[in-house]
């Protein structure tokens, strides 16, 4: 799949989430726009069982509800404002479901599709992404991820062709995944956070076979500094200013 796409692919962390409100139709829109390769997005169940793009495991902090994603319905997320939090301009944005990310966006970019059920790690949610990879035929176009290594073996089991990213937690907490975690899973890329990431450690996932990409690298320094080390990937929550720091012109 990634070779149809530039090295270093850039995605966009939760959409242009630094100039639009985070996991949004038009943070993705205008993430493309700036001049991203593909979007990075969070999803989870609600309670009657569709598939949502939020980070958190509440609403709070992006919409103008309260609640855990879990305990609430589609039609209640379809009463949130997603947007006036983060400025008039997008008042009266809606959340996303997954398959509406898939219509809008899904065959004009890669998507990295965090699967974020840490707190109902044995819920359906990676069954009904996978359902929702297939019927809009993007098995050429995802990337999974998840800090749970048991979301990305079900992943392989259902759908084997989708690449699968492990993601490492900052610091000591991530240690295990970013070295023997990485090393004996079937993955085909490791997902570090920036401060974590060193020259060395690029060369060795790539003795591997295997890619890395970073987050989240939001200044020209960071972005040049991965570019420089040979990353295969970085997030970023400014496409813009990534795409100035790579060299490359918008279209």
């Known amino acids: 799949m990634f070779e149809n796409f530039p090295n270093p692919v850039l995605f966009a962390h939760r959409g242009a989430s630094a100039h639009a409100p985070e996991n949004t139709l038009p943070a993705f829109e205008l993430a493309l726009q700036q001049g991203a390769d593909g979007v990075e997005l969070d999803v989870k169940l609600t ?11 509440t609403v709070d902090r992006t919409t103008d509800g309260h609640g855990r994603v879990r305990d609430l319905s589609l039609s209640d997320f379809r009463k949130l404002d997603a947007g006036g939090w983060y400025s008039e301009a997008y008042r009266g944005t809606k959340v996303p479901t997954l ?21 109902t790690p044995r819920d359906a949610l990676v069954e009904k992404v996978c359902a929702l990879v297939e019927r809009h035929a993007l098995q050429n176009r995802i990337l999974f991820s998840s800090f749970f290594a048991g979301n990305l073996k079900k992943a392989a089991a259902l759908l084997p062709s989708v690449p699968r990213g492990l993601l490492a937690l900052d610091g000591w907490k991530g240690a ?15 997902h570090p956070y920036i401060t974590d990431v060193n020259a060395p450690q690029v ?9 890395i990409h970073v987050w989240t690298a939001n200044s020209v320094e960071e972005v ?14 400014d496409p813009q200013t990534a795409v100035r720091a790579l060299g490359r012109g918008q279209g």
């Not at 509406?100 to 840490?118: A, D, K, Q, S, W």
């Open 47 to 57: 309670s009657d069982g569709h598939v949502i793009v939020m980070h958190d495991p």
């Open 99 to 119: 398959d509406e990310v898939f219509e809008t966006i899904g065959p004009r970019c890669v998507i990295n599709v965090e699967l974020t059920n840490y707190t």
């Open 176 to 190: 295990w995944a970013r070295s023997f975690g990485f090393m004996f899973g079937e993955y085909q890329a490791m």
């Open 203 to 211: 060369s060795r996932v790539h003795q591997l076979k295997r890619r």
């Open 224 to 237: 040049a500094r991965l570019k420089s080390w040979g990353v295969d990937g970085i997030f970023t929550d």
